[in-house]
């Protein structure tokens, strides 16, 4: 075969393997339903648990990357703290060993009818369960596949003088083969694509054990690129966290070089006793260097997060998504402090969605990144505190309550409900805004002002209807009615003034639509307040 026909079967058949395992993961998680952000919140109570999490949802993503960036982004909206994240990428690093003894089963000669069947699967049944059950079986094919394609462009390797001296290279040089195998998986992105082509390279004779065990180091060190990349731009807490994952893997690769010879005749011996063949020999070897890594820092998860804080220093900003308030002892001791309990959480999470409002404003005003990210922060810990409340409330309501408290407790189910509308229309704005600076849309200087003069009266209105539920102020309450009816008013001038300037070439169609969008939920959000006044009013 020529150059050229090795080229095309090499990267594609890395592109098989990619794509193979992005499929088979996305398939997993699917399967298992999408619930791995519960998961990672529930299970990481503690760094033990946080590595089972971590195995659990890397076996379902297919990627260790994958669940370090998910992680990272947990952490960035305050879902996750600095240790948590920690025990969740050791359990990541496990994880992914998964996928090196999947190909160590060879059975890759059955690539092609696995894929026959994982299409079947996919394209003759209706049933949604069926269908992501064959996409994981595509992917598991494809996997194997990619592999053979790989392997195939890799044979006439054996008879290159200049790869047969790079390996003699490496085996002398451990810090080569580290060095060859970071920068390899820092390219392709992907430690399970690297691990699986070093596999094969292994299963041919294209290199022995003592080379390949320090490029199956460099891998692991090399998949934390990804994580980086993602925490750049975030919160100091996500940036801690990604640096973790580089200063573990990092440490656990200095520990094996330096017991380097004891591995290398561990492996070995395993080699011969289990009669692995050469793909599980690596797999067998990347499972013992992440499992025996973990074990050993995991005692100092406290101590890495302690240098991760000095070497990124600085107070992070990070929003509390987490309920403080709710206590169910209560729930059984005293409804009637339960319930007082229930109004404290519902008046911070109306205090978050003011917060988020103002984020909103200032992304409008000055279109800052750093303003526009704590958005979706924001609605998070508000999707997430509903959920919470209404869980507590709906416990509460099983109890024997006074007639006051039982109004008090209709109250709280409604106004939770139209804060969470808040949030939305807070999001959709800042998604907006997005559109606006991707298609460089520009307003005029007057419709800047009165979009301005809205968001000022709208977020007045919020805070207005926020003080009148904590306050039980029936005249705050009346006056958010009469804010609201200008809110109105202002809608209905604007939408007439933005005709008048199209008419006038003053505005473009494609500003028009996304002004009188924002204009829209401004409007929306303004009845959401008027919903909690009325149910002031009403309880008065």
Known sequence: MDLQTLLFMFFGGLGIFLFGIKYMGDGLQKAAGDRLREILDRFTTNPIMG???GIFVTILLQTSTGTTVLTIGLVNAGFMTLKQAIGVIMGANIGTTVTAFIIGIKISKFALPIIAVGTFLIFFFKNNKVNNYGQVIFGFGALFY????MGDAMKPLRDVQAFADLTVSMSENALLGVLIGTVFTMIVQSSSA????????????LMDLQAALPVLFGDNIGTTITAVLASLGASIAARRAALTHVIFNLIGTVIVLILFIPYLYLIGRLQDLLALNPEMTIAFAHGIFNVSNTLIQLPFIAMLAIIVTKIIPGQDSAIEYKALHLDERFIRESPSIALGQGKKEVLRMAELSEKGLEAVGEYMKTHDKKHGELIPQFEDAINNLDRKITD??????????SNEDSRLHSTLMDTIRDIERIGDHMENIMELVESQLANKVKFSDSAIADLDEMFDLTLSTVRQSFKSLETNNIEEARSVLEKEEKIDKMERDLRKKHIARVNENKCTGSAGIIYVDIVSNLERIGDHAVNIAEVVIGEE
């Open 51 to 53: 590595v089972f999490a």
């Open 146 to 149: 990619g592999l053979n394609l």
């Open 194 to 205: 690297s691990i699986g082509l070093l596999q094969t390279l292994y299963s041919q004779g």
């Open 392 to 401: 507590y409330l709906v416990q509460l309501s099983s109890h024997s309550l």
